[in-house]
């Protein structure tokens, strides 16, 4: 298993339950392809180095997971088309 961290920016324009649930919805999708939640870091509503989509603000998300290779790509698929997610990155952690 390789240990991964995906950072998330969400929408800082929806509500606190929408925004909840578009993070669990992350964690529910590392569980469906074979991946374990180790640790989720919420560093809160921080402005964007540059304006996204009319957009000054985000919530910062930090999830680490554990998972094979594969996961990484699709978990990557299904953020790409969550409306409330504008930025994400995944990577993978070196021992």
Request: proline share 1%; hydrophobic share 40%; net charge neutral.
């Amino acid at each position: 298993m390789n240990k991964y961290e995906l950072a998330l920016v969400v929408s800082a324009k929806i509500e606190d339950d929408a925004r909840v649930a578009a993070v669990e919805q992350v964690k529910e999708l590392i569980a469906r392809f074979g991946g374990t939640v180790t640790n989720v870091d919420e560093w809160g509503k921080k402005r964007l180095a540059y304006e996204i989509q009319k957009m000054k603000e985000g919530f910062y998300y930090f999830i680490q997971f554990e998972s094979v290779s594969t996961t990484p790509r699709e978990i990557e698929q299904r953020i790409r088309i969550m409306e409330s997610v504008i930025r994400y990155l995944c990577i993978r952690q070196d021992a």
